[in-house]
C-alpha cells in the first residue's frame, strides 16, 4: 500500500475526530443555554440515508413545551433552528398521528417521539431513586 495512501487516511481521521469534537461541543454549549430556560427533553433521530434530526424541546413544571429548536442536517456543520410547532402541547400528549396532523417529516417525527420517551424513561428513573 502506498505511503501517501496511509497518510491520507491518518490525516482525514484526525480531521473526522476534530470536527466531531467541534459539533459536540457546539451542541453541549447550545444544550446548556437551553437548560437555563428550563428542563429539557431531547430526542434523535439517526440517518443513514436521510438527514439525521435532533429536537431539543424546553418544557416547564407541568411538561407543556414552551420553546422548541431543531438540528437537521447531514454534515457537522449543521445548526438548530426555531421548531415552535410543538410550542404550548404537553410532552405526553405527543404521538405519531399528532406528528402527522402537524405535516412533520418523518425524521422529525421519530426524533419528537424519542424525546417523549426518552424524557419518559427520565421520570421513571427519577421515581425510583
Known amino acids: 500500500m502506498p505511503g501517501w495512501f496511509v497518510a491520507l487516511a491518518v490525516v ?6 476534530a470536527l ?5 461541543k457546539k451542541f453541549s454549549n447550545h444544550l446548556k443555554q437551553m437548560r437555563a430556560e428550563g428542563r429539557v ?11 439525521g434530526v435532533i429536537v431539543l424541546l424546553v418544557i416547564d413544571n407541568y411538561c407543556r413545551i414552551i420553546k422548541g429548536e431543531i438540528m437537521e442536517g447531514r454534515t457537522v456543520f449543521a445548526d ?3 421548531f415552535n410547532v410543538l410550542n404550548g402541547l404537553t410532552l405526553f400528549e405527543l404521538s405519531d398521528e ?3 396532523s402537524l405535516e412533520l417529516s418523518f ?3 421519530v426524533a419528537v417521539i ?3 420517551k426518552e424524557y419518559e424513561a427520565y421520570q421513571v ?3 425510583t431513586d
Open 107 to 109: 425524521q422529525q417525527s
Open 41 to 51: 427533553a431531547i430526542g434523535r433521530a439517526r440517518g443513514q440515508f436521510s438527514a
Open 12 to 17: 482525514v481521521w484526525i480531521l473526522q475526530t
Open 20 to 24: 466531531g469534537f467541534w459539533q459536540f
Open 98 to 100: 399528532l406528528c402527522k
Open 125 to 127: 428513573m427519577q421515581s
Open 114 to 116: 424519542s424525546a417523549k
Open 80 to 82: 438548530f433552528k426555531p
